[in-house]
């Protein structure tokens, strides 16, 4: 097989790796870091994992940690419009010339294993060793690592050391991989914790904090529980949550977070009590971290990504109710004419029924278009309509494609806003067309 010669060729060799397969062991992860030469591992690394909010929570620390003036390495899943946006230093995707560099040694380590009778990495992991890959050539201070799926199994739970652990909110989700209940899907993520590495963890779920306390007791791991009463929230606006934080340093302090999603309050803390725990021992400018929060930017969750379109990426029940919760709160009394059209796509793997139902249950909404998109697991649009014509009396419809969905909801919105829910890869298609000038207003 010719070697791919381009970044082109690199991103096309990578996206024909099996994506949805079973896991390799950590033990062939950890093999395949060695043969790239342990990239990152002599790094501070934060370890991420949680059903919602671990983008936003990742974020977040970024910002505080560059306004701090550290480098740091950032990997996430999955990507919206470009591959490179998996692979993050100080905030921006690594370039075309840095990812192709990174990709042929990726690929040596990963034919080597293969020489060797081991398997090739997937998809996934050998994303992840490309990251660390490229982590290591940048020198950065941090890494921070946002789990795939899970925390036990995933690879990014290689690392055998790292210096904070971080589990954001746990609900349902991936139940016939991780389990169908709170605890086993709990009992999951808090496997990214290490004996002694401090963790910090959303505690909104007792059920879920139970579990974190209990497996973190065991490790000796020191613990760190974020609740309601860490924070009081001021407003809520369209792009704008001003809230105060209720410790003894910084009582008197009001933060702004430029997301509107509710539920980024609790993010924005739990990310700010990381950087408390890696600069402990640092001197640190608070009016810099205020500034820094204010200026984050997480595309795919509550964004306006166009004149009254907003885009989330809800992929699962918890998330549809953090999204009814936020609009409710920023649109509290609407006119009839100003009912929002939901825009709705979801993977097979998902509980897109109960996400269905949820909306139609608690969310005052005009319309309802199902929407197809662009990959193997996406739900076919008919069969999302038939769903909620089950569960709701409002108008349906449903369109195989994204642009066809929104025309079809601009047609109908009087005005209200347009929402774009389900899936972060139909979020990723719209933001695609905006991006290439696309208008529906």
Known sequence: MMHPRSYREAVDYIERLPRFTRKHSLVHTGEFLRRLGDPGLDQRIVHVAGTNGKGSVCACLQAVLEAEEKTCGFFTSPHLISINERIQVNRCPVSDDTFYRVFRRALEAAESMERDGMEHPSYFEFLFGMGMTAFALAGTEYIILETGLGGRLDATNAPKQPALTVITSISLDHTDI??????????????IIKPGVPVIFDGSNETAAAVIRERAGKLGAPCREISKNAFEILEVHRNNIAFLRRNAYDR????????????????????????????????????????????VRWEGRMEQAAPHLTVDGAHNP?????????????????????????????????????MIQCLCG??????????????????????????FKKYTKEQVLWRDTP?????????????GEVYCVGSLYLAGEVKKELAGGRSYA
């Not at 803390?269 to 001197?283: F, G, H, P, T």
């Not at 608690?362 to 999302?384: N, Q, S, T, W």
């Not at 642009?403 to 005005?415: G, N, P, Q, V």
Request: glycine share 6%.
């Open 403 to 415: 642009t066809e969905a929104l025309e079809a909801a601009f047609s109908l919105r009087e005005e």
């Open 318 to 354: 918890g998330a549809i109710e953090g999204f009814i919760q936020s609009v409710e709160l920023l649109y509290p009394d609407l006119a009839e004419n100003e009912r929002p059209v939901v825009v709705f796509g979801a993977a097979s793997d998902k509980k897109y029924e109960e």
């Open 362 to 387: 608690k969310f005052r909404a005009k319309a309802y278009i199902a929407a197809g998109f662009d990959d193997e697991r996406a739900v076919p649009a008919e069969e999302l309509g038939r769903l």
């Open 178 to 191: 991780l389990g169908e209940t709170i605890e086993e899907i709990a009992g999951e993520k808090a496997g």
């Open 252 to 295: 008197d302090v009001t933060w702004h977070v430029p997301l509107c999603g509710i539920y980024q309050v609790t993010n924005t803390e739990i990310a700010l009590q990381a950087a408390e725990c890696l600069l402990a021992d640092q001197k640190t400018h608070m009016e810099r971290w205020v500034e820094a929060v204010a200026s």
